[in-house]
């Protein structure tokens, strides 16, 4: 059986190498048109972001002021409250528990009330400009407590020192826009990557005729299923690399941030193991959903036409990385394919994902692959459906 599947792979590896068309368009041309392009919306538009009109912003003081607690009860969009030492609240602004840390001096009414010239007191405001809603609370809350020092004739400084404020790291910026941004892409590059060489392995044969050669051969009809189904995922796996690189290469184009030394060396060898691993299933789930709808299809054009829902569906799931916080942690959540794909590469790149919600998310799409593999070896011995005109 592996010498027929082999057998199968290489004439379907050779007849795709042997096509300078097919090379160009499905292995070169993604990732330089995707680099190409984002590079140019990079250098010309700028992303914005932010938070909906009704987000309240999580803050939390050391030593709190009593004028500045009364002053902000006026304020709706803002939830201050005490805590007991810098460390704490550190702490969970690095968790996100928090939005943005107000460190007073102590005895700050006092200080305040008493002063007349020279160093004023400093309040001292620290937030992670990787998360949207921090770096906006800091925003806000500067132009805040400026309205406030102006009420009381500027008797205190804001973060008036040489200390970083800016909690964040290289890290944290780049998982934040990588979890976002990356997900949705991967996914729409898997699947054209898939669809521009699956409909054409089996529909292409039907539509050409060939098909008929290969199903009297004395091979197995799983075989034949098998071998093209593995052949295919492997020039697939390669499409979605160059388009992968390509991504990557542009990105920080594209997000702004080219000068600001962002990149993906922050993700280890582990990481990409992960990653990989999770593209490779996904793409077997792909391939297989996609080689069904072409095995049902008379013409290449009919196949391309009938995935076209397939690939609307896999878009929107990719978005849902852009909203709620992070990658879900049930695991039910991921037994559903696609979705669950997904949600593993957002928390990959976040530096937030679960063993368990991985293995489990490869095993489903293994195993919903085999079934998909056998439906379709199924469709290969049915001469209705194979001979269909």
């Known amino acids: 059986m592996r010498s027929n599947v082999f057998t199968i792979m290489r004439k379907e590896l050779a007849r795709f190498f042997k096509d300078p068309r097919l090379v160009i368009t ?32 999580r803050v939390e003081a050391v030593n709190l002021s009593n004028h500045i607690k009364e002053y902000f009860k006026l304020i709706d969009y803002v939830d201050i409250n005490e805590v007991s030492s810098y460390d704490e609240g550190k702490e969970k602004l690095d968790n996100g528990d928090i939005d943005l840390l107000v460190v007073f001096p102590e005895k700050f009414d006092e200080l305040i009330s008493v002063y007349s010239s020279g160093k004023a007191p400093n309040v001292e405001l620290y937030y992670n400009s990787s998360q949207i809603a921090s770096a906006e609370a800091q925003v806000n809350m500067t132009n805040i407590l400026n309205a406030f020092e102006s009420a009381i004739s500027n008797r205190f400084d804001i973060n008036n020192s040489d200390k970083e404020y800016d909690l964040a790291t290289e890290k944290d910026t780049t998982s934040q826009i990588f979890a976002t941004m990356l997900p949705m892409l991967l996914m729409v590059f898997l699947f054209s990557g898939c669809m521009s060489v699956a409909p054409e392995s089996i529909a292409g044969e039907k539509e050409r005729g060939t098909i008929a050669t290969l199903l009297v051969t004395p091979v197995k009809r799983s075989e034949l299923a098998i071998g093209k189904i593995l052949s295919i995922s492997f020039i697939a796996l390669l499409s979605g690399i160059s388009s992968f690189l390509g991504t ?27 990653l990989l691993s999770v593209i490779l299933s996904t793409i077997l789930v792909i391939v297989s959903v996609i080689s ?35 990658a879900p942690s049930e695991a039910v959540w991921y037994l559903v394919p696609m979705y669950n794909s997904v949600q593993c590469m957002n928390a990959i790149f976040a530096f937030s994902h679960s063993t368990v919600n991985i293995i489990t998310t490869l095993c489903v799409n293994v195993s919903i692959s085999i079934v998909l593999l056998i439906v379709l070896a199924k469709m290969f011995s049915s001469e209705k459906i194979m001979f269909s005109k």
Request: no cysteine; aromatic share 10%; proline share 4%.
């Open 26 to 57: 499905t292995l070169l041309l993604p990732g330089l048109m995707i680099y190409a392009v984002y590079s140019f919306m990079g250098d010309g538009l700028s992303t914005q972001f932010s938070t909906p009109d009704e987000y309240v912003y």
């Open 248 to 274: 990557m290469s542009s990105l920080p184009k594209l997000m702004g941030l080219s000068d600001g030394g962002m990149d993906a060396s922050v993700y280890g060898v582990s990481d990409y193991a992960l």
């Open 292 to 326: 069904i709808i072409s095995a049902f299809s008379k013409t290449v054009k009919e196949a391309n036409t009938a995935v076209l829902p397939l690939m609307i569906i896999v878009m929107l799931i990719g978005v849902t990385t852009m909203f709620g916080q992070g």
